[in-house]
């Protein structure tokens, strides 16, 4: 299938802006690019790789690595899985705790083979820019960490991170590539005050300026996006938003913050929310006119009518908007996910 180029193909008046958030449940970079790219040719400006290798558990697995750090005995257990925590050594500097690299350039550096690969075959669309997800730092410390130990470590894995940014644009072409920034555990455990400890240690005007600070630290050349989550273990929330508003009102706090422009910031929508009371607050939402917007509010159990009623619901306060899932393709079966990419397709040629 070959995409020539046409500028009336992504024409905002004619096709509604579609992302694909992130994970697929397909082993290999080269499966997730070649159905998104087929599927959704003309429709996403930007293609996953899928995340084949995890998502935070990639980053997670560079920490013992760091000089100062030492496995805790806690635990943690999600639905999908059971994993170790980690805590600074007794006694060692905070300031000197060294992270390395975290590897997410490596990623990058083997999936846009693939990419360019397919985009010269004529199987992606010219123009479309290979999409890489990476966890907040703040995500990654308070997932892995415990206590005042996620405020000693979260320092030395914001330049971590940072570094592995600067990285990944010497491993690829900026003007060709999009990071997205996933926001979860700001969401879940201190504006939804999941763990109460943690929300009394992180003020949410502090989180704010980390994302900012993350979202400026990708060159102007490469898109940047805010994926803001409620956590997806299992293929479930941690926490079921009462609404929009905490979203909404973070952020307006990140967008006040930042030097670069956001090129676009996504929201989760779940399935049996169509009332107006949950988008409402969507009439505060500050966003600048070249930030695109996305409502994740596609779900394949319900498919176009659901979405339909969701995105109705959704114009009553705000009329520019795009689709998207709540979160990745990771828990929908194999089978399932061209049957999810064709509702994507659908709900993109506006009514």
């Given amino acids: 299938m070959n995409m020539a180029a046409n500028d009336s193909m992504l024409d905002p008046d004619v096709i509604r802006p579609t992302l694909l958030v992130g994970s697929f449940p397909f082993k290999t970079a080269a499966e997730t690019l070649e159905l998104g790219g087929t599927a959704l040719g003309g429709i996403a400006k930007r293609l996953t790789d899928g995340e084949p290798q995890g998502w935070n558990r990639f980053a997670a697995a560079r920490i013992p690595a760091a000089e100062g750090i030492k496995p805790d005995a806690a635990w943690t257990k999600l639905p999908n899985r059971t994993f170790q925590r980690f805590k600074v050594r007794e006694g060692f500097p905070p300031a000197q705790i060294e992270f390395g690299s975290i590897g997410y350039a490596d990623i990058v550096g083997e999936s846009f083979t693939i990419f360019e690969k397919l985009q010269g075959e004529g199987r992606i669309r010219p123009g479309v820019r290979l999409q ?71 003020a949410p005007e502090n989180l704010a300026a980390a994302i900012a600070r993350a979202i400026d630290a990708v060159p102007v050349e490469v898109d940047v996006g805010v994926h803001l989550c409620y956590g997806n273990p299992g293929g479930r929330h941690v926490v079921e938003p009462r609404d929009l508003e905490n979203l909404v009102s973070f952020s307006n706090l990140v967008t006040s913050r930042i030097r670069r422009p956001l090129d676009w910031l996504h929201m989760p929508v779940p ?47 705000r009329r520019d908007f795009g689709v998207s899932t709540e979160c990745g393709f990771r828990y929908v079966p194999e089978a399932s996910v061209g049957t999810l990419l064709e509702l994507h397709r659908q709900l993109a040629y506006r009514d």
């Fill in 271 to 317: 399935i049996e929310r169509h009332d107006h009371p949950y988008f409402a607050a969507l009439q505060g939402l500050d966003l600048s006119r070249d930030t695109e917007f996305y409502l994740g509010l596609v779900h394949l159990a319900d498919g176009f009518e659901g979405a339909s009623r969701r995105i109705a619901a959704a114009r009553q306060f």
């Fill in 132 to 202: 890489q997800s990476l966890p907040s730092p703040f995500g990654v410390t308070a997932m892995y960490f415990t206590g005042d130990d996620i405020k000693s470590v979260f320092p030395a894995f914001e330049r971590a991170m940072f570094d592995e940014v600067a990285e990944i644009c010497r491993r690829a072409p900026a003007g060709r590539i999009a990071l997205q920034w996933d926001v979860a555990l700001e969401i879940v455990e201190v504006l939804e005050r999941h763990d109460p400890a943690i929300a009394e240690m992180f």
